[in-house]
């Protein structure tokens, strides 16, 4: 069975710092996902990794990929207040990765 | 604003009702998806349409019973619901990846 652990659960951050949440992975997958969910609404797509070494950035978002060590990292730098949300890993799983299975959400809190 | 629609996006019912939760999408994607989510837990997948056939069941009782009448509509007919069954469900889309989500259907069950 796969499972999805992401680290940490919750973090309350400064606006103007740095920090990584972290998503460990049980069996070899090649699709990584990371979506966004603010309060109330709808899952957003933030990323897709499909490879080894993947790296992809977006703004003051950026993340990464590590197949052999089933890593994947989302890293914040220099955040402000409207990156506060709920940030879900995915891992594609079953034939044509219909399956997604997601860790448990990091809740970030950006505060002034 | 999603290109994946969901109605109603609230929906209160009693426990001996019967009620339908309609999603479309008019991207042209092949799989279409049931997920539900609790507060402050993950989604969780219900089911997967892939070119209107279903292809994943994940043990869902029977009281949730899908339905994929052509390539852009997803429904989920929904019958003698249980309290526990009060969730956001989500529906989503994809052609290869990444899934696309509505905004969901917020259900509660009296």
């Known amino acids: 069975e796969l499972k999805v652990e992401q680290n940490p659960l919750f973090l309350s951050m400064q606006e103007g710092k740095n920090y990584t949440i972290y998503c460990n992975y049980s069996t070899t997958s090649d699709r990584l996902y990371w979506y966004r969910q603010d309060p109330g609404k709808s899952l957003e797509s933030l990323f897709v990794?499909?490879?080894?070494?993947a790296v992809k950035q977006e703004g003051r978002l950026m993340a990464s990929l590590d197949t052999k060590a089933r890593l994947s990292t989302l890293h914040i730098t220099a955040a402000v207040h409207d990156l506060s949300a709920t940030y879900f890993c995915?891992?594609?799983?079953?034939?044509?990765?219909?399956?997604?299975?997601f860790g448990k959400g990091t809740l970030l809190t950006v505060n002034p | 604003d999603t290109e994946v629609t969901q109605t109603p996006k609230h929906l209160v019912m009693g426990m001996t009702n019967k009620k339908s939760l309609k999603c479309e999408q008019h991207m042209g994607h092949r799989a279409m998806y049931w997920y539900k989510q609790k507060a402050k837990k993950p989604p969780e997948l219900m089911f997967v349409y892939s070119y209107e056939k279903l292809s994943i069941n994940e043990s869902v009782p029977s009281r949730f019973s899908p339905e994929c009448p052509n390539s852009s509509l997803l429904n989920l007919h929904l019958h003698a619901l249980q309290p526990e069954d009060s969730a956001l469900y989500l529906c989503?889309?994809?052609?290869?990846?990444?899934?696309?989500f509505g905004d969901g259907t917020r259900l509660s069950i009296l």
């Open positions: 995915a891992v594609g799983s079953g034939g044509s990765n219909y399956k997604l299975t």
């Open positions: 990794l499909l490879s080894n070494g």
């Open positions: 989503a889309s994809s052609q290869d990846f990444p899934q696309h």
